[in-house]
């Protein structure tokens, strides 16, 4: 029997839709934080697979989710081309700032034999989970992986990677080449381990302009996409091109994803108008979430009466905050379900 978030994806609506939140494995739930303090360091969490393993089976068992995602981070693949990652407490995530003269030498040699754990998790992961909860697997765009090589950290609209893009556009487009070219490689062998699905975060495709959306966001997922199907046929992906607007009315039919995961932003007509072609994913607002009350029931019942009766995965527009209470993640989960 079709596990029914991948039904949703071959397009069937479903009453109640499956439901699981970005992030959902994090610090917002007690045991996440008392794991992540035996492993040490992120990293540390992220490639030993009893860590990652437990971390991501923790909200599976506290709230039921019809979907597990992978416990990893986006960029496992820059540091597999030895970018020197480092996660700083109260800072997030530096990498040695990438120049254009480096690209040349990336070697992607050493990344199967890195990301080997994470791959292990996975396969540990499918042997463990319910039968009926599907396994997400993930990598990063390579859009947004890239934003964080160039500037070597988070910015808040990722204008280093965009100048780069405007004054080197060869390198910038031998750079998502390779990213795209790993990161298929990466999510093929996450479905030869048991996932069940992928789903690419593109988390800052919304700073681009409509031609640089394009080439930097839309021509990479269409090449991952291409590579991950001609190796698995009917592979099923979903796209998350946070704060695309407008340009995600055309995104499914321009990359081949099977599903299209919406920001809280985007308008339920816009929404609506995407399920005649498939999935659509999301979009409560986490801050909806966090307030809890009449806002997150409000929140909950206009979509599920814009979106509902349409092929819908419900999530959040976002990933969970810790700030996020367990009792309202209940309340969201029984309002759903009825």
Known sequence: MARNLIRVLEGESLSPPPVWLMRQAGRYLPEYRETRAKAGGFLDLCYDPDFATEVTLQPIRRFGFDA?????????????????????????????????????????????????????????????????????????????????????????????????????PQAMEKLLFLLAEMSADYLIRQLQ??????????????????????????????????????????????????????????????????????DWSVPWSQAKAMQTDGAVQGNLDPLRLIAGGRALEEGVDRILEALGDGPLIFNLGHGITPDAPIAHVEALLKRIRG
């Open 68 to 168: 597990a995602i992978l416990f990893s981070d986006i960029l496992v693949i820059p540091d597999a081309l030895g970018r020197d990652l480092a996660f700083v407490a109260g800072e997030g995530p530096k990498l040695r700032p990438l120049q254009v003269e480096e690209i040349e030498r990336l070697d992607p040699s050493l990344a199967e034999t890195h990301l080997a754990p994470v791959i292990a998790t996975v396969g540990r992961l499918r042997s463990e989970l319910p039968d009926e909860t599907t396994l997400i697997g993930f990598c990063g765009a390579p859009w947004t992986v890239a934003t964080y090589m160039i500037a070597g950290h988070g910015t808040p609209d990722q204008a280093p990677a965009r100048l780069f893009g405007y004054r080197h």
């Open 193 to 262: 381990a048991g996932a069940d699905c992928v789903q690419i975060f593109d988390s800052w495709a919304g700073v681009l302009d409509e031609a640089s959306f394009e080439a930097f966001a839309v021509a990479p997922v269409r090449r991952m996409v291409e590579k991950v199907r001609a190796a698995i046929p009917g592979a099923k992906i979903i796209g998350f091109p946070k704060g695309a607007g407008a340009l995600l009315s055309t995104y499914r039919q321009k990359t081949g994803v099977d599903a299209v995961g919406l």
